[in-house]
């Protein structure tokens, strides 16, 4: 018996479906033949095997297919389309390391319970709630430094991380009103700012005052994704611990 084959219009259509999730701030309901490709994509298997395909010859996942979100793709290490901190050109390494703190921060201050990665709702969170938590993390790695009785590192990147955040201040700015590089709360900013330029965040400062953000399904998609990291799990596990003791 020989596998079904998947007709030429269907692949270009598979292959416009790919090149729309790679599009992350299109969302479905802007473009009727998005709108169309991701209903189909949800109720044809056959339809889906070749958008997978086609997505693995990107070195890419299909991790989920959004009626709101649309295609949620999650590139593999080494892909073209995955982004490094590593790769930014003007970053200096301290830098790189406090940027990648905040994004893990953002994470796990929104998500700390396996849980909050399967609720399909849009999440709130401040830049002054994300620099708090990572303040109290810094004070509680301080300790654990200082005390060598329980928390146990995954690798020295984060260890260097955290050293670097305590040297910020949480607000500093220059004399144009923008946040300085010495400010904490700045490469929160920043981290906040580039899920929004990816469609995993969107700015609501009009609506719940300065510094506020909603969190997509899309970037819950993503850290769900990326939730076995070391950094994340020690960050949630910090979270956790912080809530119960706010309680």
Not at 181 to 187: D, E, F, I, T, Y
Not at 193 to 207: C, H, P, R, T
Not at 228 to 246: C, K, P, T
Request: net charge neutral; hydrophobic share 40%; aromatic share 6%.
């Amino acid at each position: 018996m020989t596998a079904p084959t998947t007709a030429a219009p269907d692949l270009t259509d598979a292959s416009a479906l790919v090149g729309f999730g790679l599009q992350p701030r299109l969302r479905p309901l802007q473009h009727p033949r998005y709108r169309d490709l991701v209903q189909r994509c949800r109720l044809d298997r056959t339809f889906r095997t070749a958008v997978e395909a086609f997505a693995d010859g990107l070195e890419m996942d299909l991790i989920e297919v959004h009626p709101v979100e649309g295609l949620v793709l999650h590139p593999r290490h080494g892909s073209l389309f995955t982004f490094r901190l590593m790769d930014h050109p003007t970053l200096k390494s301290d830098q790189r390391l406090v940027l990648g703190l905040a994004h893990v921060g953002i994470a796990a201050r929104v998500y700390p319970f396996p849980a909050d990665l399967e609720e399909d709702t849009v999440k709130r969170v401040s830049i002054d709630e994300v620099d708090g938590f990572l303040r109290h993390l810094v004070k509680r790695l301080q300790d654990a430094t200082r005390d060598s009785d329980g928390l146990a590192l995954p690798h020295a990147g984060l260890d260097a991380a955290w050293r670097c955040y305590a040297k910020l201040t949480p607000g500093r700015p220059t004399p144009t009103g923008r946040l300085s590089q010495s400010s904490s709360q700045r490469w929160i900013r920043d981290a906040l700012d580039w899920l929004v330029d990816q469609g995993m965040a969107y700015n609501a400062e009009k609506d719940l005052g300065a510094g506020h953000f909603r969190l997509a399904h899309r970037f819950r998609l993503q850290v769900r994704e990326a939730a076995a990291g070391a950094a994340f799990a020690l960050l949630s596990d910090i979270r956790r611990a912080q809530l119960v003791e706010e309680d």
